[in-house]
């Protein structure tokens, strides 16, 4: 059966692979052994390949079929024939989830990129996929018969349209010598973000930049995203600066939190708030947090008690004494035993 599938997804590749898709990471063409595929619609790209040329490190644990990915403070796992992926321990659905192609693991490129914080555009005629890392938020402008592209759409004076990256890569253009250089100097945000009324230096913006990039990913803590921004470089004063301005409500950061802890294990109601204090919230957020977290914990019981029934056996006085030092109530615990039949 397994070489049936693996025979019939061969044939599917071949067809869809019939115009070569290219991958670019910035302006730099991603080699790979096996090429990209369009698979239902989305580019998979060998795992390893993508992630490094992202900067992020990978392992593959071969036990459970999973690759991790790591950059900055971002983790991204995702499993082979999975269809949920996990953000910094948060759930996520994929349409086409990471798949074997002729042997090797291929992964949805936009997904992997997107949740490294990369942005990712698709330019039809070339079949060219880009993800824009280091010129994430540069704006590029081109000619429909120039060979250069720009970052600014008044360069030379001349007459621009607004392009994406991948089309820039797949006509083969080259950047302009003369406004090359703002890669260095990202502009700053232009959508969605009003300036504080004192004015803030560039560090400080740009750390309330990240700050929201992260908030929009996964849930923090006050101390747990400035500790994250000092981790990305930024000074502690301007951590501080954007975690007072990030407009974040703490509270309800800990109930995301809570949330996502959930989807990933079982917690008691203590263990759950102990886990949020561990997370730098302070007594108060994660007791909210996890109020609002809507578990029902008989019910967290019976799950902790199936995981570790999955592990080793357990006599139901051991499994109960278990659960109780797992902060689960007397009650709960003997819930959690009897559905898994003790
Ligand atoms: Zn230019």
């Known amino acids: 059966m397994k070489r049936i599938i693996t025979a019939f997804i061969a044939c599917m590749l071949l067809t869809c692979t019939a115009g070569a898709v290219d991958l670019y990471v910035d302006t730099n063409k991603v080699a790979t052994d096996t090429p990209p595929a369009i698979v239902e619609g989305r580019t998979l790209v060998p795992v390893r390949a993508i992630f490094e040329a992202i900067g992020a490190t990978v392992e593959w644990d071969n ?24 953000v910094n321990g948060e759930a996520r659905t994929l349409d086409v989830p990471a798949q074997l192609i002729n042997n090797r693991t291929m992964v949805p490129a936009r997904f992997i990129s997107e949740a490294m914080g990369c942005d990712v555009t698709w330019y039809q005629n070339t079949q060219t996929a880009a993800v824009a890392d280091k010129i994430k938020g540069q704006h590029i402008y081109v000619t429909k018969t120039g060979k250069r592209y720009h970052f600014s759409g008044t360069c030379n004076g001349g007459t621009y349209y607004e392009a994406t990256l991948a089309e820039a890569m797949g006509r083969g253009l080259e950047p302009c010598d ?48 400035i500790k994250q921004l000092e981790f990305e470089k ?35 109601y203590t263990g759950l708030i102990e886990q949020l204090e561990f997370d730098k919230f302070t007594h108060e957020q994660a007791v909210y947090g996890v109020d609002q977290c809507g578990a029902d914990w008989n019910a ?39 559905q898994n039949g003790y």
């Open 178 to 225: 003369k406004c090359v250089l703002t890669i260095d100097n990202p502009a700053p945000p232009t959508s969605g973000t009003t300036p504080p009324a004192i004015e803030a230096t560039q560090g400080q913006r740009n750390a309330l930049n990240s700050a929201k990039n992260y908030l929009g990913i996964m849930a923090f803590s006050y101390d747990g995203l």
């Open 63 to 86: 036990s459970t079929r999973t690759a991790t990915g790591a950059k900055g403070g971002t983790i991204v796992s995702i499993q082979i024939d999975n269809t949920t992926a996990y």
């Open 300 to 338: 967290q019981a019976a799950k902790k008690a199936k995981s570790y029934l999955d592990l080793m056996s357990f006599s139901r006085d051991r499994l109960i004494e278990q659960l109780e030092f797992d902060g689960y109530t007397h009650d709960q615990a003997v819930y959690g035993a009897s």
């Open 234 to 268: 930024y000074t502690h004063d301007d951590a501080v600066y954007a975690a007072d301005n990030c407009g974040a409500d703490w509270n309800s950061q800990a109930a995301k939190k809570a949330k996502s802890y959930l989807e990933i294990m079982p917690f008691s």
